[in-house]
């Protein structure tokens, strides 16, 4: 694990013991949060017909929102006992093996 993903989680560790969260921060309970705050990241592009639609308080938003997705999947990391960055190259070599067909939409209405 990098350091700076270490010293991330480990901030994160301290500000939930120094809450005394540690009891409510089971896998389950941190994937409904997880999930909470992903739909939370969905909510910003209601509405919009484009990325060009954002606007500059839009992405600040979604920083937010995706730090906070982000929080609890290294949560979940930690519980785990998963390296964040390992599991998504184990993700990403997996994914480059598989191949995907995309329909293609012609000028249909």
């Not at 700076?4 to 994937?31: G, P, Y």
């Not at 606007?55 to 938003?61: L, N, P, V």
């Not at 519980?79 to 995907?100: G, S, T, Y």
């Amino acid at each position: 694990m990098s350091t700076e993903t270490e010293k991330v989680i480990a901030d994160l560790i301290a500000f939930r013991d120094q809450r005394q969260w540690q009891d409510f921060h089971t896998l389950t309970n941190l994937s409904r949060a997880l999930g909470l705050e992903a739909s939370e990241v969905e909510k910003i592009f209601l509405w919009k017909e484009n990325d060009q639609a954002l606007t500059q308080q839009d992405k600040t938003e979604l920083k937010f929102e995706l730090a906070d997705v982000l929080t609890y999947a290294y949560y979940m990391c930690e519980k785990l006992k998963v390296d964040p960055n390992e599991i998504v190259e184990a993700k990403l070599a997996q994914n480059k093996k598989r191949h995907w067909q995309f329909e293609q939409k012609r000028g249909t209405k």
